[in-house]
């Protein structure tokens, strides 16, 4: 059983910078990806950023393209999101979401077989 639980989420002004954290048990890393969806209130889940295949392969949504990177850490079964040059557009809820058995990542929510419970993270001007 795939289990991720995410931690760092906050409140920053705008500009400021964040890092959060997703710690995946139960997870094989190999045809696998994880990634970082966001939802806003009134708004659809959205990727964020993805990583495949233990880090091999890594994907941005252009919005954040520039300012987000997503990494992991294979030794110590988490995968990052640092986050920089935060704007009030970034306030959302952050999802950590694992996709199994797969060959390719996904911006389609519903193509992630495991979720965390998500961070919040709020940006104000």
């Known amino acids: 059983q795939v289990q991720l639980v995410e931690s760092g989420g906050g409140s920053v002004q705008a500009g400021g910078s964040l890092k959060l954290s997703c710690a995946v048990s139960g997870y094989t890393y190999g045809r696998n990806c994880l990634a970082w969806f966001r939802q806003a209130p009134g708004k659809e889940r959205e990727g964020v950023a993805l990583?495949?295949?233990?880090?091999?392969?890594?994907t941005y949504a252009d919005s954040v393209s520039g300012r987000f990177a997503i990494s992991q850490d294979n030794t110590k079964n988490t995968v990052y999101l640092q986050m920089h040059a935060l704007k009030t557009e970034d306030t959302a809820m952050y999802y950590c979401?694992?996709?199994?058995?797969?060959?390719?990542?996904?911006?389609?929510?519903?193509?992630?077989?495991?979720w965390g419970q998500g961070t919040q993270v709020t940006v104000s001007s």
């Open positions: 979401a694992a996709r199994v058995a797969a060959d390719s990542c996904s911006w389609q929510w519903y193509e992630y077989n495991y």
């Open positions: 990583i495949y295949g233990g880090g091999g392969s890594t």
